[in-house]
Nanobody, 113 residues
Framework: QVQLVESGGGLVQAGGSLRLSCAASGTIFSRDYMAWYRQAPGKQRELVAGVTGGGYTNYVDSVRGRFTISRDNAKNTVYLQMNTLKPEDTAVYYC???????WGQGTQVTVSS
């Protein structure tokens, strides 16, 4: 059974940083498209950043230059480094694995002003 376990969320002041981690189990990880999504209260879930097996990355415009997605295939883990956080980044962040269309349980990120 494929599992995605997120960690690293929390409460931070505006301008601060957090790093989210998503550990994957199950089938081969290195070729998978992996992504981070987020969902704020009353809003639809949106793609934040994604990374292909070959390392190509994409970002939503609102986080480009502040967030960095990366992966460590040896650890079956994908990361989201979030810098210069803003109150509007407050949301539940979800890890997504493309090959199995699987979601993690989500981790709360709250940015205070």
């Amino acid at each position: 059974q494929v599992q995605l376990v997120e960690s690293g969320g929390g409460l931070v002041q505006a301008g601060g940083s957090l790093r989210l981690s998503c550990a994957a189990s199950g089938t081969i990880f290195s070729r998978d498209y992996m992504a981070w999504y987020r969902q704020a209260p009353g809003k639809q879930r949106e793609l934040v950043a994604g990374v292909t097996g070959g390392g190509y990355t994409n970002y939503v415009d609102s986080v480009r230059g502040r967030f960095t997605i990366s992966r460590d295939n040896a650890k079956n883990t994908v990361y989201l480094q979030m810098n210069t956080l803003k109150p509007e980044d407050t949301a539940v962040y979800y890890c997504y694995r493309g090959s199995t269309a699987s979601w993690g349980q989500g981790t709360q990120v709250t940015v205070s002003s």
